[in-house]
């Protein structure tokens, strides 16, 4: 029993109250998002649209999934994290709702495309919020436990949105917008505003005095000899940083191989989709039981190193297809990258929150967040080529793609370190001042 507790202080002990607010949030969130999952069969089954058609509705979504990062970021840092999380958590209740009973493929596809911008606002606000209020020294096992909330909330999507689109498609829209609406009003009832309030540097000081010791190439932290956060530029051209995004969408690009080239690859091997379905299920299960023990495995351990070890993995994992004919190559190589992935979830977020000044949280998040769609694009457009013209060897470029990644961290990551301890030197650690 005492080995439980211990177990469950070292993965969820110590945060606070509004951290579990946003969790519940999120995870209501992502239980309920699941009529997307089904666009493009509703579109071919009920509204009679091409394939072709179809897939450019669904890419009308991503797209609009792109601005809503950034849009989400820049009005988390302004608005307010509170604030910008209510309103496109409603705003998407509504336009699924319109997405419900619009009959007109064009007018179908500009509200997929509204409705991937209200989808991807909150993630930056999200992060945003829960760095602003967990202790920096438990902020690791927080983005542990946000990224298996999201993975446990796709998982009962799937599920949910299997049964209801054979019910109903109508439904399937419904009860999306009204667990939009659960977690709007959750989040308005139970989490605080959270953003720090501004401050200005020391009385007396100037700009340049107040942005000395710095590294070269940060940008002067938020709130230190300047009265207003810069915008997207600061995170645009913050040489550390990029790196580190660039990195990130790297591993974005290899992930993405799951949904988009291994499908393509097993059906080559002559494997059904079932056997495709079998292997992506065992990546959700591994995920939902296994990621509550990754902040035993990685505390106290630097995080480049783990982000190298994570990303090797994947390269191994993803490699391993090169020589796979059989459904149990498959399952095996699904658990090395998938294991991989786990170990990456918490120290990625954690760097990204280390890199970004105060005040300028949301916006970083929200470059960072452009991995993801942009990997979206590039893993099927050019994986797709490769797959043609390379065939097995394909496996070998995303591995080798992988392990220049990983030695890329191990390169980058001291001076990320660096930066990180010089900016903690200069900026004594403040209470978070939560507004309202």
Do not use: C
């Not at 019910?167 to 659960?182: E, H, K, M, R, Y």
Request: aromatic share 8%.
């Amino acid at each position: 029993m005492r080995g439980l507790r211990r177990w469950w202080d070292g993965t969820a002990g110590g945060l606070p109250a509004t951290f579990w607010y946003l969790w519940a949030g999120l995870l209501v969130n992502r239980a309920g998002a699941f009529a997307v999952l089904f666009l493009s069969l509703y579109l071919t089954a009920a509204r009679g649209a091409s394939e072709s058609l179809a897939g450019a509705v669904v890419g009308a979504y991503g797209a609009g999934g792109a601005v809503g990062v950034l849009l989400g970021g820049v009005l988390a840092d302004r608005w307010g994290r509170r604030a910008t999380l209510v309103a496109a958590h409603l705003a998407a209740a509504a336009l699924m709702v319109g997405l419900a009973f619009s009959r007109h493929l064009a007018v179908i596809a500009a509200l997929a495309a509204l409705v991937g911008i209200a989808h991807s606002m909150p993630s930056p606000a999200f992060v945003a919020a829960i760095v602003d209020v967990v202790p920096e020294h438990r902020r690791s096992r927080a983005f542990n436990l946000q990224f298996w909330a999201f993975n446990l909330g796709m998982a009962v999507a799937s599920l949910l949105a299997g049964l209801l689109a054979e019910a109903s498609f109508l439904a399937l829209f419904l009860v999306d917008a009204a667990a939009t609406l659960a977690a709007a009003a959750l989040i308005a009832w139970k989490v605080p505003e959270t953003l720090p309030r501004r401050r200005t540097g020391p009385a007396g000081s100037s700009p340049a005095q107040a942005g000395a010791g710095r590294t070269a190439g940060e940008p002067v932290a938020a709130g230190v000899g300047r009265s207003r956060p810069s915008g997207l530029h600061t995170a645009l051209t913050d040489r550390t940083f990029l790196v580190f995004v660039g990195l990130t969408f790297v591993l974005a690009v290899l992930t993405m191989q799951t949904s988009t080239i291994m499908p393509l690859a097993m059906r080559a091997d002559g494997l059904n989709p079932s056997a495709y379905g079998t292997v992506v299920a065992l990546g959700g299960a591994l995920i939902v039981v296994g990621q509550l023990f990754v902040p035993g495995l990685i505390d106290r351990r630097r995080a480049h190193r783990v982000l190298a070890l994570s990303t090797g993995l994947l390269a191994v994992g993803f490699g391993a297809l090169a020589v796979a004919d059989q459904l149990w190559v498959y399952l095996a190589a699904a658990v090395v990258w998938t294991v991989g992935s786990m170990l990456a979830a918490p120290p990625n977020a954690q760097i990204n929150a280390d890199l970004a000044p105060p005040e300028l949280r949301a916006r970083y998040q929200s470059v960072f967040y452009l991995t993801f769609p942009a990997a979206s694009f590039v893993a099927p457009t050019l994986g797709g080529v490769s797959l043609q013209y390379l065939g097995e060897r394909h496996w070998l470029v995303v591995a080798a793609l992988g392990l220049l990644a990983a030695g890329g961290h191990l390169l980058a990551g001291p001076s990320r370190e660096r930066r990180v301890a010089a900016r903690r030197v200069a900026t004594p650690t403040r209470a978070s001042q939560p507004v309202g």
